[in-house]
């Protein structure tokens, strides 16, 4: 199972960007979905999550600005980001909770860089 996240960038104060993550291999079946972000100095906070019936939740810096989904039928979540400021800037992750086939496994794609200028 791997995940591919892409759409990181660098955007000035109050654009938006969006991000996408795909998810390929053996997968049966994927839980919650979510995007972590990691800034430099900081531990890795869940930005945002998502069950696999599209009930979300977000921390509260982002509530109103960001907005996650995803297509099961794609095995993708993305996360638009909109109103972005200085402070969203990060390292962000993807995170799936697959059923492999005998357990649940979390998974995770490689990092993609937000950069958001003053």
């Known amino acids: 199972v791997q995940l591919q996240a892409s759409g990181g960038g660098l955007v000035q104060a109050g654009g938006s960007l969006r991000l996408s993550c795909a998810v390929s291999?053996?997968?049966?079946?994927?839980?919650?979905m979510g995007w972590y972000r990691q800034a430099p100095g900081k531990q890795r906070e869940l930005v945002a999550s998502i069950t696999r019936i599209g009930t979300s939740n977000y921390i509260d810096s982002v509530k109103g600005r960001f907005t996650i989904s995803r297509d099961n039928a794609k095995n993708m979540v993305a996360l638009q980001m909109n109103s972005l400021k200085p402070e969203d800037t990060a390292a962000y992750y993807c995170?799936?909770?697959?059923?492999?086939?005998?357990?649940?496994?979390?998974?995770w794609g490689q990092g993609t860089l937000v950069t958001v200028s003053s």
């Open positions: 995170n799936a909770n697959v059923w492999v086939g005998r357990t649940w496994q979390e998974y």
């Open positions: 291999g053996r997968t049966f079946s994927i839980s919650d």
